[in-house]
């Protein structure tokens, strides 16, 4: 258990294996709105949510994960932090779910489309076309964003909102609405002083 850059909330992770990374970061901090219920997929620990609730981005959180170990650590901190009224953790994989919200967002260590670096994207993109999500938004890297842009265009029929290229552009984050808006893009080194005040100036 480690405390979080948001004060009085804790964070349970494995102490080896997949622990959470910058990217958990960035993204919860450029999700644009407020929602009322919002799905994570692959929730992890329950980073990404932490801040999102921190930043009272949404009332309730439908977190998927299908790892056991970190599915109990997920468990671990929602109880710790006595956030039972707001989170919801969901053990399984999302080929036949259906989760109703208005926002669901990923950063998705599965799906790469590359040997070693997860498994197959179509039941993902199943999930998502199942459910019509009328906000996405997500973190991955460049080769898998154009996969999802051509099918949350093709398929989905949304417009991009925000668009953020970091880590010398090996990451990008999107966020998809069915709203017609101007976007809005922005650069993020990584490490920079932007990025030390994400994890340390938040309420």
């Given at each position: 258990?480690?405390?979080?850059?948001?004060?009085?909330?804790?964070?349970?992770?494995?102490?080896?294996?997949?622990?959470?990374?910058?990217?958990?970061?960035?993204?919860?901090?450029?999700?644009?709105?407020?929602?009322?219920?919002?799905?994570?997929?692959?929730?992890?620990?329950?980073?990404?949510?932490?801040?999102?609730?921190?930043?009272?981005?949404?009332?309730?959180?439908?977190?998927?994960?299908?790892?056991?170990?970190?599915?109990?650590?997920?468990?671990?901190?929602?109880?710790?932090?006595?956030?039972?009224?707001?989170?919801?953790?969901?053990?399984?994989d999302?080929?036949?779910?259906?989760?109703?919200?208005?926002?669901?967002?990923?950063?998705?260590?599965?799906?790469?489309?590359?040997?070693?670096?997860?498994?197959p994207?179509?039941?993902?993109?199943?999930?998502?076309?199942?459910?019509?999500?009328?906000?996405?938004?997500?973190?991955?890297?460049?080769?898998?964003?154009?996969?999802?842009?051509?099918?949350?265009?093709?398929?989905?029929?949304?417009?991009?909102?925000?668009?953020?290229?970091?880590?010398?552009?090996?990451?990008?984050?999107?966020?998809?609405?069915?709203?017609?808006?101007?976007?809005?893009?922005?650069?993020?080194?990584?490490?920079?002083?932007?990025v030390?005040?994400?994890?340390?100036?938040?309420?």
């Amino acid at each position: 258990m480690e405390p979080t850059f948001h004060r009085g909330l804790w964070v349970v992770q494995p102490m080896r294996g997949y622990r959470f990374s910058v990217d958990s970061v960035i993204l919860p901090h450029v999700i644009e709105g407020h929602f009322v219920r919002v799905v994570e997929l692959g929730a992890g620990c329950g980073i990404m949510a932490l801040q999102l609730f921190a930043h009272e981005r949404a009332l309730q959180f439908y977190l998927v994960e299908n790892d056991k170990v970190h599915f109990e650590a997920l468990e671990m901190t929602i109880a710790v932090n006595e956030l039972q009224p707001w989170f919801y953790p969901i053990f399984g994989d999302v080929a036949e779910m259906r989760i109703d919200a208005d926002l669901v967002y990923f950063n998705p260590p599965f799906g790469r489309g590359r040997p070693g670096k997860g498994g197959p994207i179509a039941p993902f993109l199943r999930f998502l076309e199942r459910n019509k999500y009328a906000e996405v938004a997500y973190v991955v890297p460049p080769e898998l964003d154009v996969i999802l842009s051509e099918f949350l265009v093709g398929r989905m029929h949304l417009k991009k909102e925000v668009q953020v290229w970091y880590k010398r552009g090996t990451r990008i984050i999107k966020q998809w609405s069915k709203e017609k808006a101007a976007p809005k893009r922005a650069i993020v080194e990584v490490p920079s002083d932007q990025v030390e005040q994400m994890y340390w100036d938040c309420p």
